[in-house]
Every structure is written in C-alpha cells, then in structure tokens.
C-alpha cells in the first residue's frame, strides 16, 4: 500500500516555473516507479513524466520535453517534478502515482495503482 500526497502547486506567469513535490509513505515506495498525470478542464488524464525505481530510467511526454525535470530521493520517500518554461498549456491539476510492485514506468494511466489528490497547477499569460 502506497498513500501520495502532491505539493508545490499555485498560480505563475508564463515562463516561470514551480516544483512539484509528491511524498510517498509505505515501505516499498524505494522499489517502486512513479510518474506524473496531468489532466485540464474537459480533456482526458494524461502522462508528462515517469521514472524508474532506481531513478536511472525517465519518460517525458513530448509537450514537456526539455522544460520539465523528474527525479526522486527514495531517502526522503519523494519524487519532484521540477517545471521551467512553463506554459499557460500547462495549466492543469498534477497528480503523482505509482504502480503496484513495478519497478519500471509505464505510460498509461490503467498501469498506476495509487493517486495523490493532485495540486492545481495554472499558469498565466
């Protein structure tokens, strides 16, 4: 069992940037991939970045890529998703979520078993 809770959400101008932070409780959070859901108003959830229990192995969705930073300190229990450039397309709630023992990412959002809240991400033009 594996409870996430988001943070790091709020209001920027385009071209900010902010630091999402999801901390994971459960003891098998360090053997354990994760990965980061968006969803806007009236569109479908949908993946932007994933990472691989060890962390040597990450996915980003084309939208994102070269802006958006994923990572994870498996000490602190924490995976981050660092956001530059940011765009006022990238305005939608964040959700972190991780697989039931699997240690490699996956891209779909059937493949995660647990979800945080989200936190609301908007950002302005």
């Known amino acids: 069992q594996v409870q996430l809770v988001e943070s790091g959400g709020g209001l920027v101008q385009a071209g900010g940037s902010l630091r999402l932070s999801c901390a994971a409780s459960?003891?098998?959070?360090?053997?354990?991939?994760m990965g980061w859901f968006r969803q806007a108003p009236g569109k479908e959830r949908d993946i932007v970045a994933a990472i691989s229990w060890s962390g040597d192995s990450t996915y980003y969705a084309d939208s994102v890529k070269g802006r958006f930073t994923i990572s994870r300190d498996n000490a602190k229990n924490t995976v981050y998703l660092q956001m530059n450039s940011l765009k006022p397309g990238d305005t939608a709630v964040y959700y972190c979520?991780?697989?039931?023992?699997?240690?490699?990412?996956?891209?779909?959002?059937?493949?995660?078993?647990?979800w945080g809240q989200g936190t609301q991400v908007t950002v302005s033009s």
């Open positions: 979520a991780a697989p039931e023992g699997r240690t490699g990412w996956g891209t779909l959002e059937y493949e995660y078993d647990y």
């Open positions: 459960g003891r098998t959070f360090s053997s354990t991939a």
